[in-house]
């Protein structure tokens, strides 16, 4: 994935001026998404992006029998999502009446819309029969649907469908199961351009996706590989969709939805914060996931994060940090918060103080406009 300290980017657009996205009552403005990726984007995670300026976020798939067994880990979840509006939760499931169940009991507890999970390729998931293997069985992926539609209704909560281009390469029918999810009422859908045999190899087949377009009238999300101004149009170009989602490019960027909104709004792409404010975000992340899961399991989920943020982390002429293998080893072991933060401090300290002088990131102005 480009993890350069992109500059500021200035272009003649399709995306600019783009209408919202409409789910149901909702309207996601500009149509940019944060995708949902199980173990990344939490709580934490999902409100860092928010401030940051993305207009929607998708909760983590929760699996349907999980989402009532466990029903206090559903309403945590739930109740971290305050601020989200809307809040959108995904569910996966293979019994259309466990999904309904779990769908009644999701907007009983404050969710604002539910998103059916037909792409994740995890053997865990497929052997289960659920998640993209439900490609396989469009009957199945329609009753799923119909019956999450029917729950969802008397609360007019809308319901959507996230989608890969097909099993195999032989066997693309996102065409076939978005007209099945149209004739029973879901609202919207987004697809990722891959199939599940390419897991997340190869390129993401935006002008596959124009093919789903084009089979319904209900609005389509484009996603996969958009990590700039240049992807994004080229995945808007190709593939026709009315909004985008953006997964990966997110890893150690928090900010990058907000940039695509920005860029969406005005044509510009707004530069990456300088190190100084990367510093805090990735503090004020780090505390906030201390903060969600308790001390031991937080230092241990936040350290891919710290990963990801130390290769993202690029000084004004665009280079990485010095001695970062050797720092996020150091930081893979580190058992104590406050030495965590101190060393973070000093190695974007050494970051901002190289390369020329300091263009001011535009990311603080997404958070303070986010907030206003
Ligand atoms: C670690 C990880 C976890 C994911 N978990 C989910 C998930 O829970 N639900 C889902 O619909 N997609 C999930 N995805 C797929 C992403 O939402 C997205 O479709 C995919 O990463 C392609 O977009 P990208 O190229 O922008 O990352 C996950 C992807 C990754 C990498």
């Known amino acids: 994935m480009p993890t350069a300290y992109s500059a500021g980017n200035d272009r003649a657009s399709d995306a600019k001026a783009r209408p919202a996205l409409r789910i149901g009552s909702f309207a996601i403005d500009p149509p ?31 699996a349907s029998r999980e989402a009532l067994r466990e029903s206090r880990v559903t309403l945590n979840r739930l109740k971290a999502e305050r601020d989200e ?52 069985e469009p009957d199945r992926a ?29 066997a693309r029918n996102a065409p076939e199961i978005a ?25 993401a087949d935006w002008r596959f996706i124009r093919e789903v377009k084009q089979a319904v009238s209900i609005p389509v999300t484009a996603n996969g590989d958009v990590v700039d101004a240049a992807s994004l149009d080229a995945c808007l170009a190709q593939s026709g969709a009315d909004a985008v ?18 860029y969406m709004r005005t044509g510009r792409w707004p530069d990456d914060p300088p190190p100084s404010v990367v510093a805090d975000l990735t503090i004020e992340h780090y505390e906030a996931m201390l903060s969600h899961y308790g001390r031991h399991r937080g230092l241990r989920h ?33 058992e104590d918060p406050a030495a965590v933060i101190r060393l973070l401090r000093e190695a974007f300290a050494r970051l901002e103080g190289a390369g020329a002088p300091d263009r001011r990131g535009d990311v603080d102005r997404l958070g303070a406009r986010e907030a206003a």
């Open 179 to 203: 007209r099945r999810a149209e004739a029973v009422g879901i609202a919207a859908l987004t697809v990722h351009g891959r199939t599940r045999d390419q897991k997340y190899a190869g390129a």
């Open 85 to 136: 509006r809307p809040r959108i939760v995904q569910l996966a499931g293979h019994d259309p009446a466990a999904v309904a169940e779990a769908v009644r009991f999701c907007l009983d507890l404050g969710a604002d819309a539910i998103d059916l999970n037909f792409g994740c390729p995890a053997k865990k998931v497929t052997n289960k029969e659920c998640g993209s293997a439900l490609m396989r």
């Open 32 to 62: 940019v998404l944060l995708a949902p990726m199980s173990g990344v984007t939490d709580p934490p995670f999902r409100r860092l992006a928010r401030r940051l300026g993305a207009p929607a976020v998708v909760s983590e798939m929760i």
């Open 245 to 262: 989602m953006i997964g990966r490019g997110a890893y150690g960027r928090p900010w990058i939805v907000g940039q695509a909104a920005q």
């Open 142 to 170: 329609a009753a799923i649907m119909e019956a999450a539609v029917e729950a969802a209704a008397p609360h007019g909560a809308p319901v959507t469908a996230k989608m890969r281009t097909g099993w195999a390469a032989d």
């Open 302 to 334: 936040a350290r891919k994060h710290l990963s990801w943020s130390l290769k993202a982390a690029r000084d004004r002429d665009g280079r990485g940090l010095p001695g970062a293998a050797a720092l996020r080893d150091r930081l893979m072991r580190e």
